[in-house]
């Protein structure tokens, strides 16, 4: 039997057949079962990427290769997967990017956050927190944007409001503001109506947020480490028709800040992140829940 096998595997030797394991290099899942069906995250949505900021240890968007145009207060800590970036009142700006556009009806953006409440009935200094924008021109507010209103609870409280905000641009040039958040205390009344309740209990801590807008139906959706936490009496934003995104340009990223904070003349709320954010993606298409949970699996496991 002992020979047998040593022939054996000589054999495999002479022709090749020697299967190795794998080792730590992650960019394969590193010999791990699938999540979801992907090796890692840069596999979920791959063809329909248009953006994505990974922060780890400058701020390179890896689609354009761009580098920020400008950037305050920014540090580099460890963050979900690699480097994040650490903002002290901070923020990220870049120029316009090709690829994000106003060839991008429908979208998807995930990004990874840590942030306080700083508001309640003490605050002295109570503000929202925009996590990631793209600009319009002459606005507070961006054409799409991932923002959490962190002046509406005090500091330590763990209920955290996340909000995705849209711009739209109709054919006669006027705006269509729409938005999308959890609710995280309706009234019984609310309940009654359909309303959904969701306190998001991840102020202080990592948490991976979503939010995806429909084309085909107008629908307007906000997720938390895999599962959806938007009310859902409002995320129909269309009565259930098509409605497409479309931008007022030139548009731009920015990570962490307002736009008018940027340009100065910022009203008192909008001031610049403090907290620290990772692995930002942009997609032209609406990710499928499924899809949303393994992202956010994979890039827990550092994958």
């Not at 102020?203 to 307007?220: E, L, M, P, R």
Request: charged content about 20%; glycine content about 12%; proline content about 6%.
């Amino acid at each position: 039997m002992r020979t047998i096998k040593f022939f054996a595997y000589s054999l495999m030797i002479t022709s090749g057949m020697i299967l190795t394991s794998c080792g730590s290099d992650d960019s394969d899942g590193g010999g791990r079962p699938p999540i979801g069906g992907y090796d890692n995250a840069d596999q979920v949505g791959a063809d329909d990427l248009v953006a994505y900021f990974p922060l780890d240890g400058n701020g390179k968007e890896d689609v354009s290769g761009a580098m920020p145009s400008s950037s305050t207060n920014v540090t580099w800590v460890d963050g979900v997967k690699g480097k994040a970036a650490k903002l002290s009142a901070g923020y990220l700006d870049y120029e316009p990017m090709a690829n994000l556009s106003t060839s991008m009806p429908s979208m998807t953006i995930s990004l990874w956050a840590k942030v306080n409440n700083n508001g309640g009935p003490d605050a002295v200094n109570p503000h929202a927190t925009m996590l990631f924008q793209l600009s319009k021109p002459g606005d507070w507010a961006g054409n799409i944007n991932v923002m959490s209103e962190t002046s509406w609870y005090a500091p330590g409280v763990d209920t955290l409001v996340v909000k995705g905000y849209v711009k739209i641009k109709m054919p006669d040039g006027a705006e269509n503001g729409q938005d999308s958040r959890n609710s995280p205390k309706p009234s019984p009344d609310d309940i009654e109506a359909g309303h959904v309740g969701n306190a998001n209990k991840n102020a202080g801590k990592w948490a991976h947020y979503v939010i995806t807008w429909d084309a085909t139906n107008g629908f307007f959706r906000v997720y938390a480490n895999g599962q959806k936490i938007s009310n859902p009496m409002w995320e129909s934003r269309n009565g259930g028709e098509a409605l497409g995104l479309n931008f007022f340009t030139p548009t731009r990223p920015i990570i962490g800040t307002f736009a008018s904070v940027i340009a100065g003349g910022a009203d008192a709320w909008q001031k610049s992140m403090d907290g620290e954010i990772d692995e930002i993606r942009v997609y032209k298409k609406v990710l499928i829940q499924q899809d949303i949970a393994a992202l956010y699996q994979l890039e827990l496991a550092g994958r």
